[in-house]
């Protein structure tokens, strides 16, 4: 247990969480760095040098005080921030009733963005609509944006007759071809190297499309996240890269998952400008992504960003934090919480209330509940009706192989 001691004094330095359930949590206060810390370089231009600074500090707007500050400021005026706001309590709201269903058997599976809500939300209202969306299961906020009726999502999540992977994929792992956002794989990573092949493809194209991609601190920890940043550094495609760091892969600590410097600065490595951006901090995300994504399109190559923030929830309806964690854990997080900061924010400049606030809330509140019950009209987990038997053989293979054909043909189906 000696390493526990290490552990508390530096965080990054070796693989052990700082602290454990019964434990205090103290991150020391409110983050240190303040917008305007950092300057915003010129993104045709910015080399991986000059953002060595980025990669090692904390790129804010929002201060403290709910202020935007700093020329990272991305000017949003007040329409698109109340957007925002809303395809965040949406998210949030969704996410809630969501796990209700599973606690009550109506979903087999679900896993939340709670604390994350800002992370896919602020990137994708910041890029194009044919941009390429490669997300992880923490990013179906991106949907939201893109257009997504709920009703579809919840079908999805019960694998009922609607569902448009037909119960093909565990729930959350959702597919939304009309709003270029690509089926969530279960096994975690494997979409960054697609971000960068299709980005690669999109660069021969001469086509102005954009692909993002999202995996978590402990997905960095594998190959995948490897091969992606060596491909996008060699061949410098319009890529931009998030690693999310929200401090935990299910019950283990993002420490094991680095060998002592931040995330962002691996990039760094591979020749790409690198950023650590407060992953609750909607205007920062906004901001970079934005910088990014002019960047990509400029001819410039790949941005890779880590995305600093706090997983407040649990890793899915299977976990369980309180054994690995203080359970005030989230509470403590310097970053505070993502939907609050951008409500303060928003109050602060005179352009929402309470009032409105809780207005909002209900109004949402009602459309989850239409939607869920409109979906469980096309059939719920415990009784159906489900997609028909023979789906498993259809819609994944233009030709259908041999040995499949050979199989369907043994069920009769
Ligand atoms: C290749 C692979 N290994 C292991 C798993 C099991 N698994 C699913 S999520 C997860 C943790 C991922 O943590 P992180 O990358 O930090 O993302 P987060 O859940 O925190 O968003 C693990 C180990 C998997 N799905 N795929
Ligand atoms: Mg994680």
């Known amino acids: 247990m000696t390493d526990r001691l290490t552990a508390t004094t530096a965080p990054y330095s070796i693989g052990v969480p700082p602290f454990r359930p019964g434990e205090e949590a103290d991150f020391g206060g409110v983050f240190k760095e303040q917008p305007g810390d950092l300057w915003r370089p010129d993104p045709a231009t910015c080399t991986s040098d000059d953002s060595a600074p980025h990669a090692r500090g904390l790129l804010r707007v929002l201060n403290d005080a709910g202020e935007a500050k700093g020329e990272w400021d991305p000017k949003l005026d007040a329409s698109e921030l109340i957007q925002g706001l809303e395809y965040m309590m949406r998210l949030r709201i969704f996410d809630d009733r969501m796990i209700k269903m599973q606690r009550t058997g109506k979903l087999s599976f679900y896993m939340r963005s709670f604390g994350e809500e800002a992370v896919a939300i602020a990137q994708t209202m910041a890029l194009e609509n044919q941009d390429w969306i490669f997300p992880s299961y923490r990013q179906p906020g991106a949907q939201f944006v893109r257009g997504r009726d709920m009703v579809s999502m919840i079908c999805h999540c019960i694998g009922n007759t609607e569902d448009n992977v037909r119960g093909r994929q565990m729930p959350v792992h959702y597919t939304y071809k009309e709003g270029r956002f690509i089926s969530i794989s279960s096994p975690v990573g494997t979409q960054f190297s697609q971000a960068v092949g299709v980005a690669m493809a999109s660069a021969y194209q001469k086509k102005d499309e954009v692909c993002i991609s999202w995996l978590g601190d402990g997905t960095s920890a594998q190959g995948d996240y490897h091969y992606a940043l060596n491909f996008a550094s060699t061949f410098k495609p319009p890529v931009i890269l998030n690693v999310v760091n929200n401090q935990w892969a299910i019950s283990t600590h993002a420490n094991l998952a680095t060998g002592g410097r931040t995330f ?86 005179g352009e929402w209330d309470e009032e409105k606030h809780e207005a909002l809330a209900q109004k949402i509140d009602d459309e989850v509940m239409a939607a869920y019950k409109e979906a469980c009209e096309f059939g719920d987990l415990a009784s159906g009706p489900y997609p028909p038997a023979s789906t498993i053989f259809t819609e994944v293979y233009e030709t259908v192989p041999w040995h499949i054909q050979e199989q369907r043909e043994e069920l009769g189906k």
């Open 264 to 349: 962002a600065e691996r990039g760094l490595a591979y020749d790409i400008p690198s950023f650590r951006v407060d992953g609750n901090d909607f205007l920062a995300l906004y901001s970079i992504t934005k910088w990014a994504r002019d960047r990509a399109s400029a001819g410039m190559g790949p941005t890779h960003i880590e995305v600093y923030t706090y997983r407040a929830g649990a890793h899915s309806s299977s976990d369980d934090p309180s054994a690995y964690r203080p359970n005030d854990e989230a509470a403590c997080w310097p970053g505070g919480d993502p939907i609050q900061r951008l409500k303060d924010h928003l109050v602060l400049i």
